[in-house]
Structures are given as structure tokens and as C-alpha cells.
């Protein structure tokens, strides 16, 4: 477990920081991490939803 969570901290990179008054906030960007989730177009197609 504790490989599987260093590469994962190894690949992440810091974006463009983000200000708001007095705080600053860095986004972690990683990649290869696009959506685990499907659009309901794309779930309507691949025939793994069905709308009643």
C-alpha cells in the first residue's frame, strides 16, 4: 500500500496557485486522472442504463 501511495504523491504536480485574501491555495494535478464516472449520454450508448 505505502508504494501504491508514494508513486501517486511522485506524479501529482502543484497548478497555478489560487488567491483569496490572505490564503493561497495550489491545486494537485495528476496524470491520467480523468473522470471515473460516465456522462448519461455515454452510459445510454454503452447500454448500461436505461431510462423508465
Known amino acids: 500500500m505505502e508504494e501504491v501511495v508514494a508513486k501517486t504523491l511522485e506524479q ?3 497548478g497555478e496557485p489560487q488567491r483569496y485574501k490572505q490564503i493561497d491555495v495550489l491545486p494537485l494535478l495528476a496524470p491520467d486522472a480523468g473522470p ?15 431510462v423508465k
Open 36 to 50: 471515473a464516472y460516465l456522462m448519461l449520454k455515454e452510459a445510454l450508448e454503452a447500454h448500461l442504463l436505461e
Open 12 to 14: 501529482l504536480e502543484l
